[in-house]
């Protein structure tokens, strides 16, 4: 069998649905997955050199910044503010909206990411991962945060790298999801996860099920038709790895509202739109806790937190039940 490699699935995905692209896309994708390898070797390497452990800061979300945090985050803001095609950026790790000096940048593209997704498992050798969303500007005059801030609706792409057993790469641009696995030996993704469905229902649910007590009513009654022995419990902590298991084995993630986090604790530009993106274009379903479609929200700056709820179609429907 060939081995396809992802810039030239990129490629003949482009041809078959963009066939006048300018390769300024495929341009961009290129140094988003140089910067996913870099941050890769990091991460194999992170008992070995001094990466571990917190640099001691706080970050704008009000969590400690662990060193890895911190190198993901110089890796992917170094590289997409030199890639020439990306105009505007934001980073979970950064207070505010960088925008591109226009002698830097000749392209439209405005990239959302969470550099590292699941710090508080980086010591402990667990699964971790970067998430990406990516959006276009059709408009030439000056750049401004109104602009660029838009519902979900209007992603041209987004996915993830997760840094697990092997390190992968899923990615959607609205023609289904497809996977791709390192082989270290040649330094590349391959094809390996073809047109990704999920699973219309499935028997694992993952939620911080310890903050129960925290929950609302509703929430806590949708819990309850879950958490039984028909279904089986799994929670990594590391979103991009409960996502990545959810989507291919099924079932349902929460994270609702909390007393402690009144709006939701993950973040709505650089976690729940990406996620929702492709979640809905495997066949699954990403809501609020209010049961509205996540990629229909309007963000009202550009760190907003949502509760967020996604998975097979079954189970997400019958979290909306507990809400009638
Ligand atoms: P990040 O490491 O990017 O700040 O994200 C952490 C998130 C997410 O990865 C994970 O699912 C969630 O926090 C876990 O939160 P709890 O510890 O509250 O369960
Ligand atoms: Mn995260
Ligand atoms: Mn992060």
Redesign the pocket.
Known sequence: MAEISVIEHIHSMQLKWSPTATGQFTSLLHDLILSAKIISRSVTKAGLVDILGGTGDINV?G?QVQKLDDFANSVMIYRMKNCGVVCALGS?EEDELVIIDKDKAYGNYVIFF?P?????NIDANVSIGTIFSIYRVNDDTELTKEKILCQGTNQVAAGYFLYGPSTMMVYSTGHGVYGFTLDPSVGEFLLSHENIKIPETGKYYSA?AAYYDRWSNEDKKAMDLFNHGDYSLRYV????A?FHRTLLYGGIYM?PADTKNTHG??RLLYEANPLSFLMEQAGGLAVNGEGKRILEIMPEQIHTRTPFIFGSKKEVEKYRSAFN
């Open positions: 979300q969590e979970e969470d590292l997704d699941g710090s508080s911080n902590g590391s979103l991009v409960d994270y604790k993950l």
